[in-house]
């Protein structure tokens, strides 16, 4: 990954000095040592992936992979089979609300004796993945199975330890895999949670992994001029801090269809982590995420990103090398698509990313544009170490714990007495 800034504060290394960046990252490696933190070491040990293994061994000739749960439980999996995956014989359906439209939609699409169910929750007791759960138990059985047979269709993913999944896996004989007490929703992609649906798609773990350990030095290193992680979120702290216009926005825009889905897994990384009320400021913190992806979004939001109001940070990021292309060579005979000729697709889209860069970057706007070599398993374990990272050393910056969720929670309490008693 390589990381080009062009921002109204170009010189923002110089803003925070050595001494400073060094006690920031020293809370950072502090953060990712903890006991109760375990996202950055996840790579290092292979044994969740053996057991996603084993089990996908015996589940392996499903036509159907159905996957249920909602936020992190839903997005990484989501992102990764949209941008990597390869399995043409295996359809995925994602099940992450409580839409009763929706459901029926996705589920009357599939022949359900022949699809696996992964009931993910951590908690095991997540309101909107029992409720699907329970349909799906429901439909199963208007379809001829018998709940005796459940545990022939059906997986979980929770807590290793105490979960309502836990309880009934044992008491029933379903097959479970873990998701590590240390790890939280939002953070567990490269958990069961993601690589068991990734076996599905014949994503290459190994490939994943490596990449996440490849930039592990970098974010590690002492050199702070050179840390891509540090010098990422100085530019950051630095614009919402120290500028006298706030920017408290930050999009992300991969210029692929098939990174689309990495802006939204990113938009819940980055919103559930960081809007939060700081005791110690006593005041509201956060960065807004904002989803988008190019060419597309060059023709919807990027009006507003380039003559709005200056209050955005944008990552571009660059996929350098695509597997195909196609040639624009054409006689349709207008000036419009002559002035395609002896061109291809992957020119036009390279032509459109930088003339967007160098158009925001004379309009004074806030970018980082981030180059990877190509989308495939290893661009894509670096990308999400990095940003799981920078999340993590961001909420220093912001006083805040990025790994609670306390707004989310108070909105489940209320949903459920609305539930029970009808009103709040």
């Not at 004796?113 to 439909?139: H, N, P």
Request: net charge negative; with cysteine.
């Amino acid at each position: 990954m390589i990381f080009n800034f062009s921002t109204n504060a170009n010189q923002t290394h110089h803003s925070f000095s050595d001494e400073y960046l060094k006690s920031i990252h020293a809370k950072f490696l502090n953060t990712i040592n903890r006991d109760d933190i375990g996202f950055f070491d996840l790579t290092d040990d292979l044994t969740h992936v053996e057991k996603a293994k084993n089990l996908y061994s015996k589940y392996k000739t499903k036509k159907h992979f159905v996957q249920i749960g909602i936020g992190g439980s839903a997005l990484g999996p989501q992102m990764l089979i949209d941008a990597l995956g390869k399995n043409k014989d295996c359809s995925f359906t994602f099940l992450d609300n409580t839409d009763a439209d929706f459901l029926n939609d996705e589920l009357s699409k599939i022949n359900l004796k022949d699809s696996i169910f992964y009931v993910v929750s951590k908690s095991g007791g997540t309101a909107e993945t029992m409720a699907c759960f329970a349909i799906c138990r429901q439909l199963l059985v208007e379809a001829g199975v018998s709940e005796s047979e459940f545990n022939k269709y059906f997986v979980f993913s929770t807590d290793p330890l105490k979960s309502d999944l836990r309880d009934l896996a044992n008491e029933k004989g379903f097959d479970t895999l873990e998701i590590p007490s240390n790890i939280g929703g939002r953070f567990s992609v490269l958990t069961s949670v993601g690589l068991f649906p990734a076996l599905f798609a014949k994503i290459d773990i190994a490939k994943l992994f490596n990449g996440a350990q490849s930039i592990k030095k970098n974010i590690l290193s002492t050199n702070y001029k050179e840390n891509n992680l540090l010098q990422t979120a100085a530019h950051l702290a630095y614009l919402l801090i120290e500028e006298e216009q706030r920017v408290d926005q930050t999009i992300l825009m991969p210029y692929s269809s098939k990174l689309k889905s990495l802006s939204h897994w990113f938009v819940q990384l980055w919103g559930e982590s960081l809007g939060k009320f700081s005791e110690e400021k006593n005041k509201n913190m956060g960065l807004t995420p904002i989803p988008a992806y190019g060419a597309t979004d060059q023709h919807s939001q990027m009006q507003l990103f380039m003559e709005g109001p200056n209050d955005k940070f944008l990552f571009l990021i660059e996929v350098k090398t695509r597997n195909f292309d196609f040639k624009l060579d054409n006689n349709i005979g207008k000036d419009s698509s002559n002035n395609l000729n002896g061109y291809t697709l992957n020119q036009l889209i390279e032509a459109q990313l930088h003339g967007t860069l160098k158009a925001l970057n004379d309009r004074n706007r806030n970018v980082c544009h981030v180059q990877i070599e190509k989308n495939d398993e290893y661009n894509m374990g670096a990308m999400i170490l990095f940003f799981e990272s920078l999340t993590a050393l961001m909420g220093h910056y912001l006083f805040i714990d990025p790994f609670n969720q306390p707004g989310v929670e108070l909105g489940k309490k209320y949903a459920y007495k609305f539930l029970t008693q009808g009103k709040l």
